[in-house]
């Protein structure tokens, strides 16, 4: 019984995950491809660009949400500017959806 519940739970989170092309990406283009789609040393375009880092290395650390420098920059607890640089912090909401895809493992799904 309580090996069926696993079960069900683990297939259950895939169900759900959040999906990058339709909820991650559109985050960036509203809020960052503004500077960061071909400047400012990262560019969050695309998916692999996102993976590729900039900068300042690799930005997002796959099933580590918190520890991610994105994450970090988008609630401005990391060294610098927080992000988005000169507009409104995006709202909690969104960055938990942001640090929750990470920590599903960052999946181009």
């Known amino acids: ?7 069900l739970l683990v297939l259950s989170s895939y ?3 959040v999906d990058y092309e339709t909820e ?8 960052c491809i503004g500077c960061h789609g071909s400047s400012g040393g990262l560019s969050l375009s695309s998916y692999n660009s996102l993976m590729t880092g900039g900068n300042s290395g690799a ?5 580590d949400g918190s520890g ?8 401005g607890t990391a060294l610098g500017s927080q992000m988005p640089k000169n507009q409104d912090p ?3 909401t969104t960055i938990n959806l942001i640090e929750t895809w990470i920590n599903e493992g960052a999946l181009d799904n």
């Open 1 to 7: 019984m309580i090996r069926n519940i696993y079960i």
């Open 15 to 17: 169900l759900i995950a």
């Open 24 to 31: 991650i990406q559109p985050i960036f283009n509203a809020n």
């Open 59 to 63: 930005v997002v650390t796959p099933g």
């Open 68 to 75: 991610s420098l994105l994450v970090k920059k988008l609630r």
């Open 90 to 92: 995006l709202d909690d």
